[in-house]
């Protein structure tokens, strides 16, 4: 298979490509599970996986290398080949990724103190870098059968720290001279272009973010442009707390739009406790594509925890120069699969999202994009209606993109609003009829050439919708996915209406809440569509078609399989199997919680019974109130968290820490009456005012059990 890229999109073998690319740090996620967190990604539509090589966490004491258990770098590449997955290695050598010093060892900037400058001895240690990085993905590059695509150099040089203009120009240059002359032969060289950053020639990858956690300010920040349809690439919210990006340093025309950090979620400082939301993240990737995205690049996908580190702590953190306190082990980052790879709404809304690019995405990747002046440009405007087309010219089929949502705002309401179609597309026809509270109608002609489409928009809708010329789409109906041929759509709920599946004119359709229950998966052969409450992903224990469906205990439902011939059957998969009852459930374990002496803060001894061994695992869920919390088992640090209100809880899950009884020593510090730290509007903090806040209010248990179905 072939790689390379055009002025519009990337392309496999020769044919335009709009892939779904997910972040996971293997050196943060326990090794014992790549295999499985993997499956989970691609399950959830990722086909690109994407990873920093993180030098401290690989040399942190000079000539002192580790490639060991999590570090093992070769062992991920391998595991990612085996998933059927491709991957861009992001080689540094500066990563920032919240990690000390941005990735760079102490060692390093103690010899080198001109280190990201053209300083031949800042060179020499790259030299040494890439050359024993490479060394471990030896073989398992494209062009020897492996699955590394891309390398990406460097990470927002020009933007946060290193030189501009013809001096960050050669430096990028140079570095990838260095990489290439360590062995990295690859289709694809990307470097991040927000921010006013250099790339130097090489594709330039984009990024947005829903919310600043870095930013410095403690109070509500404006309203993030990466919710309205635009022509602009630029976010620069990204790295502000290094001062705003001046704009790109390539030609726009030239280079497709891709994005690589999109946030998946956001990682909270000790300053600013953001918190991201699965409409927040949803929102943000259709106003990427209806602004021309064709690449959908998430930072993070898979959340993780910070490994131990031999000299220091790992994190970021004030002490070691950076402007941001983070926590020393936590790196959930609210991703779609967080730090013990539970999945979450997120994962839902981005799985359906990523179920349209992969089918209708190679038609998606040649269009023109069309952003009427009539949608608003800016932000702040919360009265109008966001809207882009995305068409092809010649076959006078297109796509029209809404986005009806802001970020902590409200939005008017659109019970009927007309809009014009573009030149274009002025010959589509369209079939009228009754529509959803959140819906599309044509206007009421049905033959003809008609100018407008009608729209009804509540606040907080974000959708798009299939136009073409010399067809009667179901107009209030939202592409999903293609069934053996078969067009899968997804409606917006309706009032008084609960049916999952339907079908009508050849199309399956699925009410709004079955379709980010859905996923599409291949089995004899055959695809067929499963809604299930659920995850299916492959099973990692085995090859071929076998899957296994991972549910949680407090979101159980009916299992369905859709065929492309609309058969519908419930349980098994064309088995004797049954759906699970929740009789079947594990039983939960319990907590014994004692309040232990503790000269500041509280501390307290959590004893857990055993994990039911039929359980997948066990998710501890601990509601705290305090400024954060650390977890300890055997006197080691296993985790910590940020405290971002007293409705949200901390989350653990059990299985990395052995089947049988557990006991853990809990520490919250307090939180004291003050203004300088940021709290979303929706978190509960204290009941009433004045209150210091250092308590553990309960310890509860959600067990996951695991069924192979087939």
């Given at each position: 298979?072939?790689?390379?890229?055009?002025?519009?999109?990337?392309?496999?073998?020769?044919?335009?490509?709009?892939?779904?690319?997910?972040?996971?740090?293997?050196?943060?996620?326990?090794?014992?599970?790549?295999?499985?967190?993997?499956?989970?990604?691609?399950?959830?539509?990722?086909?690109?996986?994407?990873?920093?090589?993180?030098?401290?966490?690989?040399?942190?004491?000079?000539?002192?290398?580790?490639?060991?258990?999590?570090?093992?770098?070769?062992?991920?590449?391998?595991?990612?080949?085996?998933?059927?997955?491709?991957?861009?290695?992001?080689?540094?050598?500066?990563?920032?990724?919240?990690?000390?010093?941005?990735?760079?060892?102490?060692?390093?900037?103690?010899?080198?103190?001109?280190?990201?400058?053209?300083?031949?001895?800042?060179?020499?240690?790259?030299?040494?870098?890439?050359?024993?990085?490479?060394?471990?993905?030896?073989?398992?590059?494209?062009?020897?059968?492996?699955?590394?695509?891309?390398?990406?150099?460097?990470?927002?040089?020009?933007?946060?720290?290193?030189?501009?203009?013809?001096?960050?120009?050669?430096?990028?240059?140079?570095?990838?001279?260095?990489?290439?002359?360590?062995?990295?032969?690859?289709?694809?060289?990307?470097?991040?272009?927000?921010?006013?950053?250099?790339?130097?020639?090489?594709?330039?990858?984009?990024?947005?973010?829903?919310?600043?956690?870095?930013d410095p300010r403690t109070t509500e920040i404006e309203p993030s442009g990466n919710f309205v349809f635009t022509y602009e690439r630029n976010d620069h919210a990204i790295g502000c707390d290094f001062g705003l990006g001046e704009g790109v340093t390539f030609d726009m025309d030239k280079v497709p739009y891709l994005t690589a950090e999109l946030g998946g979620g956001l990682q909270?400082?000790?300053?600013?406790?953001?918190?991201?939301?699965?409409?927040?993240?949803?929102?943000?990737?259709?106003?990427?594509?209806?602004?021309?995205?064709?690449?959908?690049?998430?930072?993070?996908?898979?959340?993780?925890?910070?490994?131990?580190?031999?000299?220091?702590?790992?994190?970021?953190?004030?002490?070691?120069?950076?402007?941001?306190?983070?926590?020393?082990?936590?790196?959930?980052?609210?991703?779609?699969?967080?730090?013990?790879?539970?999945?979450?709404?997120?994962?839902?809304?981005?799985?359906?999202?990523?179920?349209?690019?992969?089918?209708?995405?190679?038609?998606?990747?040649?269009?023109?994009?069309?952003?009427?002046?009539?949608?608003?440009?800016?932000?702040?405007?919360?009265?109008?209606?966001?809207?882009?087309?995305?068409?092809?010219?010649?076959?006078?089929?297109?796509?029209?993109?809404?986005?009806?949502?802001?970020?902590?705002?409200?939005?008017?309401?659109?019970?009927?609003?007309?809009?014009?179609?573009?030149?274009?597309?002025?010959?589509?026809?369209?079939?009228?009829?009754?529509?959803?509270?959140?819906?599309?109608?044509?206007?009421?002609?049905?033959?003809?050439?008609?100018?407008?489409?009608?729209?009804?928009?509540?606040?907080?809708?974000?959708?798009?919708?299939?136009?073409?010329?010399?067809?009667?789409?179901?107009?209030d109906l939202v592409p999903l996915c293609k069934l053996d041929g078969t067009p899968v759509y997804y409606y917006r709920e309706r009032y008084g209406c609960d049916e999952a599946v339907s079908f009508c004119d050849g199309k399956i359709i699925l009410s709004n809440s079955a379709s980010l229950n859905a996923s599409k998966i291949l089995k004899g052969g055959k695809e067929l569509?499963?809604?299930?409450?659920?995850?299916?992903?492959?099973?990692?224990?085995?090859?071929?078609?076998?899957?296994?469906?991972?549910?949680?205990?407090?979101?159980?439902?009916?299992?369905?399989?859709?065929?492309?011939?609309?058969?519908?059957?419930?349980?098994?998969?064309?088995?004797?199997?049954?759906?699970?009852?929740?009789?079947?459930?594990?039983?939960?374990?319990?907590?014994?919680?004692?309040?232990?002496?503790?000269?500041?803060?509280?501390?307290?001894?959590?004893?857990?019974?055993?994990?039911?061994?039929?359980?997948?695992?066990?998710?501890?869920?601990?509601?705290?109130?305090?400024?954060?919390?650390?977890?300890?088992?055997?006197?080691?640090?296993?985790?910590?968290?940020?405290?971002?209100?007293?409705?949200?809880?901390?989350?653990?899950?059990?299985?990395?820490?052995?089947?049988?009884?557990?006991?853990?020593?809990?520490?919250?510090?307090?939180?004291?009456?003050?203004?300088?730290?940021?709290?979303?509007?929706?978190?509960?903090?204290?009941?009433?005012?004045?209150?210091?806040?250092?308590?553990?209010?309960?310890?509860?248990?959600?067990?996951?059990?695991?069924?192979?179905?087939?």
């Open positions: 298979m072939t790689y390379s890229y055009d002025e519009k999109s990337l392309l496999r073998d020769g044919r335009r490509w709009f892939p779904v690319m997910g972040e996971i740090h293997y050196s943060r996620y326990p090794a014992g599970y790549w295999r499985e967190a993997l499956r989970k990604m691609k399950a959830g539509g990722v086909s690109i996986v994407s990873s920093y090589v993180i030098w401290i966490h690989h040399e942190e004491a000079e000539n002192e290398w580790d490639f060991t258990g999590c570090r093992n770098l070769r062992k991920f590449v391998e595991e990612i080949k085996d998933a059927g997955l491709v991957m861009i290695l992001r080689i540094g050598p500066w990563v920032h990724a919240e990690v000390r010093n941005g990735g760079f060892p102490d060692w390093l900037l103690k010899k080198c103190p001109r280190a990201r400058t053209n300083d031949e001895a800042y060179f020499d240690e790259v030299r040494k870098l890439y050359g024993r990085i490479f060394s471990e993905v030896d073989g398992l590059l494209l062009k020897d059968g492996g699955p590394i695509i891309g390398v990406q150099i460097e990470n927002e040089y020009g933007h946060c720290g290193g030189l501009t203009g013809e001096e960050g120009e050669a430096h990028m240059r140079r570095l990838l001279d260095i990489a290439r002359d360590a062995g990295f032969d690859v289709p694809l060289y990307t470097a991040t272009g927000w921010g006013g950053a250099v790339t130097a020639g090489l594709l330039p990858v984009m990024g947005g973010y829903c919310d600043a956690p870095w909270p400082t000790f300053k600013r406790r953001t918190v991201s939301s699965a409409k927040d993240i949803e929102a943000m990737s259709v106003s990427k594509m209806g602004s021309g995205c064709n690449l959908l690049g998430y930072y993070m996908y898979h959340g993780g925890t910070n490994p131990q580190g031999r000299l220091t702590t790992l994190e970021e953190n004030k002490a070691s120069g950076s402007l941001n306190d983070l926590l020393v082990k936590n790196y959930d980052f609210r991703a779609p699969l967080g730090e013990y790879g539970h999945a979450n709404e997120t994962y839902r809304r981005l799985r359906r999202l990523a179920m349209f690019v992969h089918d209708y995405g190679e038609e998606l990747c040649g269009m023109k994009t069309f952003i009427p002046p009539e949608s608003p440009l800016q932000p702040e405007n919360f009265s109008e209606l966001r809207h882009s087309w995305r068409y092809d010219p010649e076959s006078g089929h297109g796509y029209l993109f809404i986005n009806n949502y802001q970020r902590h705002h409200a939005m008017k309401d659109f019970p009927c609003r007309l809009l014009k179609i573009p030149e274009e597309l002025s010959g589509a026809v369209l079939e009228s009829g009754v529509f959803p509270e959140s819906g599309i109608t044509g206007v009421q002609e049905t033959r003809g050439e008609i100018s407008h489409v009608a729209v009804s928009v509540r606040n907080g809708d974000c959708f798009f919708i299939e136009v073409s010329r010399g067809e009667n789409p179901r107009t569509l499963v809604i299930s409450g659920g995850i299916v992903f492959e099973n990692p224990s085995k090859t071929g078609a076998d899957f296994v469906d991972e549910y949680f205990a407090d979101e159980r439902s009916a299992v369905l399989y859709v065929d492309g011939a609309g058969n519908v059957r419930e349980g098994g998969l064309f088995s004797d199997a049954e759906k699970k009852t929740a009789a079947e459930v594990p039983v939960s374990p319990e907590a014994f919680v004692e309040e232990l002496e503790c000269a500041h803060g509280k501390r307290y001894r959590i004893s857990v019974s055993p994990v039911p061994s039929d359980a997948c695992d066990v998710v501890m869920r601990i509601n705290y109130g305090g400024d954060s919390a650390r977890l300890y088992k055997d006197g080691n640090l296993v985790d910590d968290h940020l405290f971002t209100g007293r409705n949200i809880p901390w989350e653990i899950g059990l299985r990395r820490f052995g089947p049988g009884p557990s006991e853990f020593v809990l520490e919250i510090d307090e939180l004291p009456v003050r203004t300088d730290v940021y709290f979303e509007p929706s978190a509960v903090l204290s009941d009433g005012p004045g209150e210091t806040l250092c308590s553990l209010e309960k310890v509860t248990f959600a067990v996951c059990s695991l069924s192979e179905l087939g």
